[in-house]
T-cell receptor
Framework: DADVTQTPRNRITKTGKRIMLECSQT?????MYWYRQDPGLGLRLIYY???????NKGEISDGYSVSRQAQAKFSLSLESAIPNQTALYFC?????????????FGDGTRLSIL | SQKIEQNSEALNIQEGKTATLTCNYT??????LQWYRQDPGRGPVFLLL?????KEKRKERLKVTFDTTLKQSLFHITASQPADSATYLC????????FGTGTRLQVFP
């Protein structure tokens, strides 16, 4: 089983719909992140959470919200989807302790908004 | 704001040769820099981390250098194989990771 699991893997929806992308992890990491990836723009940070009670905005948080339901679960919501939110979305985790830690990514959700 | 450039979108090399990928950044130098590999339809996978006081880091056929004067990191794959074909991302490690857009490496037989 994957350490970082994202659901759904693919989603097609219409403008104006509310969408939730879910992420769960079995790595026991405190830190979790949501990114989007667009061709030519690379990975950009949307929101991140350093523990269950901590939520922080990233570079491009407008139009998105998140919820950290437990250490293992971090969900991303698009309250009213718009076409320019069509992208590949990744969840990642990292450890808190020790020197700068690598991030561990899920396999992404491909989201298309028509 | 910090900017990162990976020198080319795509790099094609022959099997057995050394692939060299470049990552340049502007503004301040991060204390750490990370490299990731991403295959189509998959999330990035961590490869190597190098600290600012390390000139070079090696792992099997991989080598990373970090030159804070030039504001550049080089990523080398020696004796490249078709299985090394993927997109490689560099990431500046400040309080958060800032990713480059990646270089797509194609190793042909």
């Amino acid at each position: 089983d994957a350490d970082v699991t994202q659901t759904p893997r693919n989603r097609i929806t219409k403008t104006g719909k509310r969408i939730m992308l879910e992420c769960s992890q079995t790595k026991g990491h405190d830190r979790m992140y949501w990114y989007r990836q667009d061709p030519g723009l690379g990975l950009r940070l949307i929101y991140y959470s350093f523990d269950v009670k901590d939520i922080n905005k990233g570079e491009i948080s407008d139009g998105y919200s998140v919820s950290r339901q437990a250490q293992a679960k971090f969900s991303l919501s698009l309250e009213s989807a718009i076409p320019n939110q069509t992208a590949l979305y990744f969840c990642a985790t990292s450890e808190t302790q020790g020197e700068n830690q690598p991030q561990h990514f899920g396999d992404g959700t491909r989201l298309s908004i028509l | 704001s910090q900017k990162i450039e990976q020198n080319s979108e795509a790099l094609n090399i022959q099997e057995g040769k050394t692939a060299t990928l470049t990552c340049n950044y502007t503004n301040y130098s991060p204390a750490y820099l990370q490299w990731y590999r991403q295959d189509p339809g998959r999330g990035p996978v961590f490869l190597l981390l190098i600290r600012e006081n390390e000139k070079e880091k090696r792992k099997e056929r991989l080598k990373v250098t970090f030159d804070t004067t030039l504001k550049q990191s080089l990523f080398h794959i020696t004796a490249s194989q078709p299985a090394d074909s993927a997109t490689y991302l560099c990431a500046l490690d400040t309080d958060k990771l800032i990713f480059g857009t990646g270089t797509r490496l194609q190793v042909f037989p």
